[in-house]
Antibody, heavy 122, light 107 residues
Framework: QVTLKESGPALVKPTQTLTLTCTFS??????????VNWIRQAPGKALEWLAR???????FYSTSLKTRLTISKDASKNQVVLTMTNMDPVDTARYYC??????????????WGQGTLVTVSS | DIPMTQSPSSLSASVGDRVTITCRAG??????LNWYQQKPGKAPNLLIY???TLQTGVPSRFSGSGSGTDFTLTITSLQPDDFATYYC?????????FGPGTKVDIK
């Protein structure tokens, strides 16, 4: 059974750095083709893909946010960490992690965490 | 980045109606197009991948078609559980991009 769960602070101040952790089970990031993605959704808005890390440690980022994002993994702990620097109120959103790679070619997100709501406010 | 558009942005329909949602990519993406359903307060749920392949466990009233730049999601007989927001997403190339969503509500 594949599960993912996001954790991190519910409230951060402007200019601070956000660190989110995705803890997963039911698959391994040591397995060929497996990937974990971060996606966010501001209140009432559409989904926005942020970053992806692959089984082989390849990393990919949103064009508009790549200077602020870092994604990393600890495959032994089944965790993926996303950091976002210089947080702003416009970054207030629910942040999801999601798996892809069941069929590596198609790259769809087949399992999602419940998401964690992050509010940026002083 | 590949921009994705959807139409309509919202629609009202009745149980039993046939519903069609359109998604358009800003450049050709072959059939690297996925559809998700999202209900309020919940994570998105994968419905269709590779433009037309139904994800395991998804009811057969959902279907997808298209290739290149133009895609459609069809619900043949809308059920009460289908009132939700639907998103398309291209997985042709990173950065992945989503459409703005189509909200389906009750007429």
């Amino acid at each position: 059974q594949v599960t993912l769960k996001e954790s991190g602070p519910a409230l951060v101040k402007p200019t601070q750095t956000l660190t989110l952790t995705c803890t997963f089970s039911g698959f391994s990031l040591n397995t060929y083709g497996m990937r974990v993605n971060w996606i966010r959704q501001a209140p009432g808005k559409a989904l926005e893909w942020l970053a992806r890390i692959d089984w082989d440690d390849d990393k990919f980022y949103s064009t508009s946010l790549k200077t602020r994002l870092t994604i990393s993994k600890d495959a032994s702990k089944n965790q993926v960490v996303l950091t976002m620097t210089n947080m702003d109120p416009v970054d207030t959103a629910r942040y999801y992690c999601a798996r892809s790679g069941e069929q590596i070619v198609w790259a769809y997100f087949d399992y999602w965490g419940q998401g964690t709501l992050v509010t940026v406010s002083s | 980045d590949i921009p994705m558009t959807q139409s309509p942005s919202s629609l009202s329909a009745s149980v039993g109606d046939r519903v069609t949602i359109t998604c358009r990519a800003g450049q050709t993406i072959s059939n690297y197009l996925n559809w998700y359903q999202q209900k309020p307060g919940k994570a998105p749920n994968l419905l269709i991948y590779a433009a037309s392949t139904l994800q395991t466990g998804v009811p057969s009233r959902f279907s997808g078609s298209g290739s290149g730049t133009d895609f459609t999601l069809t619900i043949t007989s809308l059920q009460p559980d289908d009132f939700a927001t639907y998103y398309c997403q291209q997985s042709y190339v990173t950065p992945y991009t989503f459409g703005p969503g189509t909200k389906v509500d009750i007429k």
